[in-house]
């Protein structure tokens, strides 16, 4: 058994903050949602193993919810390949307004961890061996 996807919620209309949180901070690549889903609003996004974007390692969709609520506790954790990878991207989310909480850094053996929230207060753990 795999992993397929990670879904969160936004409010209608905050698609354009979702792409900034995931797209423009993290990397990750915005992928068109099968036609019969596309009505429903939202967005999903893919994180790649290799430049040629054949091996999806991450997929998050971002769905619209109505009544919208962010995920405060429960989260996604996202693996990057190194430390230096970690703070990389904590430093394009920081020079785009999204704080990182470093309080968690070491309390998870093996790996240092910082946390964010997404453009909708969802969390979203960082993590690298």
């Known amino acids: 058994m795999r992993l397929h996807h990670v879904q969160l ?3 209608p209309g905050g698609e354009d903050a979702a792409r900034r949180f995931w797209r423009d901070g993290l990397g ?4 068109p949602k099968p036609t019969d889903l596309a009505g429903r609003g939202g967005c999903w996004f893919r994180g790649y193993a290799d430049s040629g974007g054949e091996a999806a390692t991450v997929e998050v969709h971002v769905g619209v919810e109505e009544d ?6 429960a989260h996604p954790a996202l693996l990057l390949d190194d430390v230096a990878a970690l703070e990389s991207v904590v430093d394009r989310l920081g020079d785009l ?10 309390t998870f053996p093996g790996f240092e961890r910082a946390h964010v929230r997404d453009a909708h207060g969802n969390r979203v753990e960082l ?3």
């Open 9 to 11: 919620s936004c409010p």
């Open 28 to 31: 990750l690549t915005e992928v």
């Open 68 to 73: 919208f609520r962010p995920a405060r506790r």
């Open 97 to 106: 307004g999204f704080e990182a909480d470093w309080a968690e850094r070491h």
């Open 127 to 129: 993590l690298a061996p």
